[in-house]
């Protein structure tokens, strides 16, 4: 059976919602233990009553927490009774094959770097979030957040972790990448784009060129590579606008009997379209380049989506996502 690690303590809503995404996990998969580190008798409390298979949810005391407001690098030192640290070094020292939390970037951040270590050859893990597209296969936006200043020698690293995912994970065979910029044409950008390009094109994989933020949605690419300071912005701008355009339509739409009768027969439709815009339908975000699978879900991630996380912790691990990125990167260096 494969083990994952879970910080319970992390999100928005947590213990509760990660608790029920816990079980929703495990009912989901069969071949699933997970590790849950945090204060065992408020678990306790939470499971009390509830229909579970207690020789795959195992209790780990971690009674600490780590904040959005700590310092991530001290915190991550520091705290060491944290639920966030306990599972972490689970993974570190090969008693879990994943780890999951949804809570503060940072602090993973730094727990991959200095507690769990990063591949060898790679300079600076990164953070892939997967997005929906028009096309229907999902694209991964590496860096999303973990670099917000990057050298030029870091995107090559970025596509090359964001391929491996995609073919490991989500069996795209040959994935396309494409360099978020300002203009599609190959002199477009600031220096570090500039910079980048060349050593896109020289790298192992599969370039599409630079794309804009207009059109990286559409289907052309499967990885889109990004300083983490472009990549975030590009996320959270994504985020605004699909929260803004449902709410605008929930307003037109019931405004007056003839605008309520029309939303009551296009409802499936924007039930569905709504589905396939949600972060919950697609886990968490991957940091790529540590030394094992570490997927950070949504900070209000409620069960649901806490569950698809856990879903997509055991993907990675199962299909060697880390170990896969390790020999790509020793092939190209030898190339």
Request: with cysteine; proline share 4%.
């Amino acid at each position: 059976m494969l083990r994952v690690a879970v910080d319970a303590l992390g999100g928005d809503h947590a213990p509760k919602s990660v608790v029920d995404g816990c079980l929703l996990a495990l009912e989901r998969d069969s071949e699933l233990r997970i590790a849950l580190c945090g204060p065992s008798e408020d678990l306790k409390a939470l499971l009390k009553g509830k229909d579970y298979d207690f020789a795959r949810l195992e209790l780990i005391e971690a009674p600490d927490f780590i904040s959005n407001h700590d310092s991530p690098t001290l915190a991550i030192r520091r705290k060491l009774n944290s639920s966030m640290v306990a599972a972490m070094d689970l993974l570190k020292n090969g008693e879990a094959q994943a780890f999951v939390s949804a809570g503060s970037t940072g602090a993973i951040l730094a727990g991959g770097v200095f507690r769990v270590g990063r591949i060898k050859g790679i300079e600076r893990p990164a953070i892939g979030a997967i997005l929906p597209t028009l096309e229907g296969t999902p694209a991964m936006l590496i860096d999303s957040g973990a670099n917000a200043d990057a050298r030029p020698e870091y995107l090559p690293q970025f596509a090359l972790m964001g391929s491996s995912y995609m073919r490991g994970v989500l069996g795209i065979k040959r994935p396309k990448v494409g360099l978020l910029n300002v203009g599609a044409e190959n002199e477009k950008g600031n220096e570090l784009t500039k910079a980048a390009f060349p050593l896109l094109e020289a790298a192992p994989i599969d370039f599409y060129g630079n794309i804009e933020a207009r059109d990286a949605l559409g289907g052309a690419v499967q990885v889109i590579v990004a300083d983490g300071f472009s990549g975030n912005i590009f996320l959270k701008g994504l985020e605004g606008t699909v929260s803004m355009l449902f709410a605008l339509l929930k307003g037109a739409l019931s405004e007056g009997i003839l605008a309520k009768l029309g939303a009551a027969l296009v409802y499936p439709k924007l039930k569905a379209m709504k589905k396939r815009l949600d972060y919950e339908e697609y886990g968490g975000a991957a940091l790529l380049g540590v030394n094992g699978v570490m997927i950070k879900a949504h900070g209000s991630s409620n069960a649901s989506a806490f569950s698809q996380a856990i879903s997509q912790g055991a993907s990675c691990a199962r299909a060697g996502v880390a170990r896969a990125i390790e020999e790509q990167l020793r092939l190209t260096l030898q190339g």
